[in-house]
Structure formats: C-alpha cells, structure tokens
C-alpha cells in the first residue's frame, strides 16, 4: 500500500513538471484590431506567417472588441498580419517578429495593435464609347472636411483611393489636354469601400503631329480629317467645301493647318478610326507619311 501512494505521487509530480514546461514554452501573441468606424470585428483576421510566408496561424478578432490571441510554441522570426476585406487601411498592416522568449512583445506580453485608418473608394475613367479607359488621368478626391487628395488612372483607366474615414466624397477627373466629360461625381462611404458610379469619361483626345520636308518644318499645310463616324466633333470645319481629294472619302470632318514650326493638332478626338489628308499649296512639295 505504502509502495502504490509512493508511485501515485512519483508520476503526479512528473507530470506537474511536464506541464511546467509546456506552458514556459507557450508564448501568447495577442492584441486588438481598433477602428472608430467600426463596431463589429468579425470579418477581419489576424494571421501568422513564418518568414518564408507560409502561414503558422489563423485568428480570428472577437466581434465586439477586436481583441485576439495567438499561441505560439517555437521560437523564431514571423510577421503578424492584419487581414481585413480589401480596401480596408489599417497602421501598421504587418509586424516582424523575432520570438526569443524573453524580449519580444509577444513573450513580454505586450499588445500588439492594428489601427483602422478608413475605406477605399474604387473607380475607372472611361473612354466615350468603350468599356475601359486611360492610364494618366488625374482624379482628384474632395472629402466632406473639404481636404482634397488626388491620384492618376492607370491600366484601363481604374483608380483607387485609399485610407477615407466615412462621409460623401467628390470625385472629378482632369486632363491637361483631353476633353472630360461630367465634373463630379458623388460618392458615400459608410461602413465599406465604395466603387464610383459609370459617369468619368474622356469624351476626347488631341492628335498632334509634324508636317517636314527633308527634315525641315513647313508651316500653311492644310491638313483634313476624315471619319466615317457622325459623331459631333469638336474642332474647326472647312470653311467651304474642298476640291475632292479622291473619291473614297466624304467630305473632311475638321481642317487645321500646320505652324512655323510644322506642327498642326487636332484637339479632343473621340476614339474611332480617321483618315488624315494634307494638301500644300505649293506645286512642287510633296510629303510622305
């Protein structure tokens, strides 16, 4: 009898030893997603990743405060990650880690904090007539404070303004040489990024160009423009109807002539497929594209 009490109390204390142990080598890596536009947490994560980037832990915020834990039992380096719907901002996004047990926040038990910075507003500058845009068209964003940020188009013509706290924002696109269409848009952020309404559109696009002669500029070249479109357009028409050129074109849509320095222009084109035909009043000139 004596003999079992003895053994029952050997493995107890083994075992309080063991678990000892365990939780000395349990470090927690906790915190909170905060937010003064939010008030339910719950679809926003908080992963760890290893340093090559595989992930080492999912967590997932409380809904009501934004608090969350994650435990880790090995020593190392990893990033800490905030994962929240796209477009959301937050400061920092990422925190490198190097866990040692001893002077890293998650083994001093320090909190490690995301803060909410706002909502994105998403949008795309279209060409008239097409179902994508520009590159390089300047969108300025007017907030209900009355601060004004601005960013460029880019591929297809889409845009992204990040980091906005809740409110109506002004939206308007700008071009130092083509022809826009609708000043502003309005657009409401409320509790989730936002996409701009269709109504940003490049209605047209200058054509500039050079008119030569053996390298040499030569200005009073009148140069006509040809479209099979009806569209209206916006540039100087013939005065009078011209002499044909050739039989395969209708009557020139605009005329321009080239300057001192051999340039001519074109202004606000929408997209479609033209025909450009010079002619010079000098009999003895000829160009070549």
């Not at 591929?155 to 308007?172: C, D, H, M």
Request: charged content about 15%.
């Amino acid at each position: 009898m004596q003999i079992r009490v003895l053994l029952t109390s050997f493995f107890l204390c083994v075992s309080v030893c063991l678990f000892c142990t365990a939780q000395d080598d349990l470090v927690g890596c906790g915190g909170f997603v905060r937010s003064d536009y939010l008030s339910n947490f719950s679809r926003i994560k908080v992963n760890l990743y290893t340093k090559s980037g595989a992930v080492k832990y999912r967590s997932e915020c409380a809904p009501n405060n934004g608090y969350f834990l994650i435990p880790l039992y090995d020593k190392g380096e990893y990033v800490l990650k905030v994962e929240p719907p796209e477009g959301w901002t937050f400061e920092p996004s990422e925190v490198a880690l190097t866990v040692d047990g001893k002077t890293d926040l998650c083994s001093r038990g320090v909190d490690i904090n995301f803060n909410h910075i706002g909502f994105s507003i998403y949008g795309q500058v279209y060409s008239t007539g097409c179902d994508s845009g520009p590159s390089g068209v300047t969108v300025s964003v007017t907030g209900p404070d009355g601060h004004s940020s601005q960013t460029e188009t880019v591929e297809e013509g889409r845009f992204t303004v990040p980091g906005l706290a809740p409110g109506v924002y002004s939206i308007a696109a700008s071009h130092p040489l083509w022809k826009m269409g609708q000043d502003v848009v309005k657009v409401e952020v409320e509790g989730d990024s936002a996409s701009v309404p269709s109504g940003l559109t490049v209605l047209g696009y200058d054509v500039t160009g050079h008119v030569q002669s053996a390298g040499t500029p030569v200005a009073g070249v009148q140069l006509l423009l040809y479209s099979d479109s009806q569209t209206e357009l916006d540039c100087p028409a013939p005065p009078s109807s011209p002499s044909p050129v050739t039989s395969d074109l209708d009557q020139p849509r605009c005329v321009t002539l080239s300057q001192d320095d051999g340039v001519f222009s074109f202004p606000a084109l929408p997209p479609g497929r033209y025909t450009l035909v010079w002619r010079s009043f000098a009999c003895s000139t000829r160009f070549s594209k």
